[in-house]
């Protein structure tokens, strides 16, 4: 028996991996093409993520894209009804809500695709992601480099004492590590006593 693909089949695509790994730049390019194919694209961020714009996606490299800010995930699933293509920057920001969400668009025939960090400051899985990995029908792992070695970079190193799970910021803030160069906060507290 034949397999039948139907054609409004929806999907979740997570892209995910370090600060500064070229997560948004590729986010950006796959939503261009679809535009380029004259499908309906919504694009959205959280509104806690100002960094360079506070209406667009932008990447480290200044590329961009106009979006539209939310605070919940409940917003993106209200404003993407009419879209064929949906994008979600940054969904680390989000509660663990945006897996249904991301779900029922998907389930609705819609592409769902996802840019966000898969490991927090503390080398720590950071949800929603890897909820999101679980469900997805194709993931993509982006890396950078290295800044102490210049070695792949799947880390992201946080250089200040801040504390709180989320803080935004660019290099001022964190810097990409490979996993022989990374080590937790905690341990540079126990090298200094």
Same mark, same amino acid.
């Given at each position: 028996? /034949?397999?039948?693909?139907?054609?409004?089949? =929806?999907?979740?695509?997570?892209? $995910? =991996?370090?600060?500064?790994? =070229?997560?948004?730049?590729?986010?950006?390019?796959?939503?261009?093409?679809?535009?380029?194919?004259?499908?309906?694209?919504? &694009?959205?961020?959280?509104?806690?993520?100002?960094?360079?714009? #506070? #209406?667009? &996606?932008?990447?480290?490299?200044?590329?961009?894209?106009?979006?539209?800010?939310?605070?919940?995930?409940?917003?993106?699933?209200?404003?993407?009804?009419?879209?064929?293509?949906?994008?979600?920057?940054?969904?680390?920001?989000?509660?663990?809500?945006?897996?249904?969400?991301?779900?029922?668009?998907?389930? /609705? =025939?819609?592409?769902?695709?996802?840019?966000?960090?898969?490991?927090?400051?503390?080398?720590?899985?950071?949800?929603? &992601?890897?909820?999101?990995?679980? *469900?997805?029908?194709?993931?993509?792992?982006? @890396?950078? &480099? $290295? *800044?102490? $070695?210049?070695?792949?970079?799947?880390?992201?190193?946080?250089? #200040?004492?801040?504390?709180?799970? *989320?803080?935004?910021?660019?290099?001022?803030?964190?810097?990409?590590? $490979?996993?022989?160069?990374? @080590?937790?906060?905690?341990?540079?507290?126990?090298?200094?006593?």
């Amino acid at each position: 028996m /034949m397999h039948v693909v139907h054609r409004h089949t =929806g999907w979740i695509e997570v892209i $995910c =991996g370090s600060m500064f790994s =070229g997560k948004t730049e590729e986010l950006i390019r796959r939503l261009k093409r679809a535009m380029i194919a004259r499908q309906k694209v919504a &694009i959205f961020k959280p509104k806690v993520d100002t960094r360079y714009s #506070t #209406t667009e &996606i932008v990447s480290h490299d200044k590329q961009k894209i106009k979006s539209i800010v939310v605070e919940s995930p409940q917003e993106i699933l209200e404003k993407a009804l009419e879209a064929q293509v949906v994008g979600i920057d940054e969904a680390q920001f989000f509660d663990d809500s945006l897996v249904n969400i991301c779900q029922k668009l998907a389930n /609705m =025939g819609k592409r769902v695709i996802i840019a966000g960090l898969d490991q927090d400051y503390l080398g720590k899985p950071f949800e929603p &992601i890897p909820q999101l990995l679980a *469900v997805a029908e194709y993931i993509t792992k982006t @890396h950078a &480099i $290295c *800044v102490v $070695c210049g070695n792949p970079a799947n880390h992201t190193y946080r250089k #200040t004492k801040q504390k709180d799970k *989320v803080i935004v910021g660019a290099s001022n803030i964190y810097e990409a590590r $490979c996993r022989n160069c990374f @080590h937790a906060p905690e341990e540079d507290e126990e090298e200094e006593k």
